[in-house]
Nanobody
Framework: QVQFVESGGGSVQPGGSLRLSCAVS?????????MGWHRQAPGKERELVAI???????NYADSVKGRFTISRDNAKNTVYLQMNSLKPEDTAVYYC???????????WGKGTLVTVSS
């Protein structure tokens, strides 16, 4: 059974930084392909924040380009999201996800709350 351990969420003032981590286990020997972070703010739909391939190619939402950096440690099956220059509009629940196996089946973590407020 695929399991996610997400950490690093919390409250921070505007302009501050946070680093999210997500460790994935239980893939049963199947390859973990792309990994990413999505977020969902109150009253809004879930949106992609950043994604990283198994070869470390990255893609970002326009709203976070230049402020957020996604990275991964394949040996640890862990993906990170370094968030700098945080804004109140970055407030949301952040969800880790991974595409696993030959058919790139998506799996999701339970989410971690990030609150940016003065």
């Amino acid at each position: 059974q695929v399991q996610f351990v997400e950490s690093g969420g919390g409250s921070v003032q505007p302009g501050g930084s946070l680093r999210l981590s997500c460790a994935v286990s239980g893939s049963g020997g199947f390859s973990i392909n792309a990994m990413g972070w999505h977020r969902q703010a109150p009253g809004k739909e879930r949106e992609l924040v950043a994604i990283i391939s198994s070869g470390s190619s990255t893609n970002y939402a326009d709203s976070v380009k230049g402020r957020f950096t996604i990275s991964r440690d394949n040996a640890k099956n862990t993906v990170y999201l370094q968030m700098n220059s945080l804004k109140p509009e970055d407030t949301a629940v952040y969800y880790c996800n991974a595409l696993i196996g030959d058919f790139f089946r998506p799996y999701w973590g339970k989410g971690t709350l990030v609150t940016v407020s003065s």
